[in-house]
């Protein structure tokens, strides 16, 4: 009688824990943080700052959907510059932070969701440039205009080809078109459309140097439970082909 009594004891001792553990994680509310990285983030005002509603992109929607169908509450807001915002997914329990390219010393810093969406790296050329590249290690004897943070200039300065970098990677489209830059390191296809936006058409590219996959990076205090229930929302979504259809928005 007495271990009956222990046995039932235990039992409800179980079904409350994860009773509270349920309750807790229904209540999480993320905080999500983003930058301007058309197409996939922008702030349809195209400034600096914007929250809500008034921020879209390819990501952007996706992240949306996803959420909605995990049944998960949060907060989007976009700021600058991306060294900030990365800095607080790191550092702030419940944040979190998309769309980053998923490099291998970063993987142990956060847990993360995705891919969200590709994002090949490469050099562009002004239309009428003579360049021609077959590997990376060409590119070291021209000037090499990138984005401040971003994973493609760290890797470009971790292989000593120190790039010369600024705060809004759209402005390495009107450089190289005036001369100041040789080439242009960026995403494919963030860089062909940042380059629209700015009226500038027809760069070439003349090297492909790498393929990667941007995910949405949480802080590694976010319970894994969080974790699961969106990477299973985003799975059902680009299984269902809405993934695809999202990106046909923009693209």
Do not use: C, H
Request: net charge positive; no cysteine; proline share 4%.
């Amino acid at each position: 009688m007495f271990k009956r009594l222990l046995l039932v004891l235990a039992s409800a001792t179980l079904l409350l824990s994860a009773a509270s553990r349920a309750a807790d994680t229904s209540d999480t509310s993320l905080v999500l943080l983003t930058e301007n990285f058309p197409p996939y983030n922008m702030a349809k005002n195209g400034k600096n700052f914007a929250q809500g509603d008034n921020i879209n992109g390819i990501a952007v929607d996706i992240v949306r959907e996803m959420f909605k169908r995990a049944g998960i509450n949060y907060s989007l807001t976009l700021r600058f510059p991306w060294e900030r915002i990365y800095k607080l997914a790191l550092e702030q329990p419940g944040y979190g932070v998309f769309v980053m390219a998923r490099l291998p010393d970063r993987e142990p810093l956060f847990k993360w969701v995705g891919p969200i969406g590709p994002d090949d790296w490469i050099m562009l050329a002004k239309a009428d440039s003579k360049i021609t590249l077959e590997n990376l290690e060409q590119a070291r004897q021209y000037k090499i205009g990138a984005y401040k943070g971003d994973a493609i200039a760290e890797t470009l300065a971790k292989q000593g080809l120190a790039p010369l970098v600024v705060l809004r990677d759209q402005d390495n489209a009107k450089k190289l078109l005036n001369g100041q830059i040789d080439l242009w390191a960026t995403g494919d296809p963030a860089g062909r459309y940042l380059a629209r936006q700015e009226g500038i058409t027809g760069l070439k590219t003349v090297l492909r140097f790498n393929s990667a996959q941007l995910y949405m990076a949480l802080n590694k205090d976010v319970p894994d439970e969080i974790v699961t229930r969106l990477q299973t929302a985003l799975d059902q979504l680009r299984k269902e082909g809405v993934v695809d259809e999202i990106m046909g928005r923009y693209l």
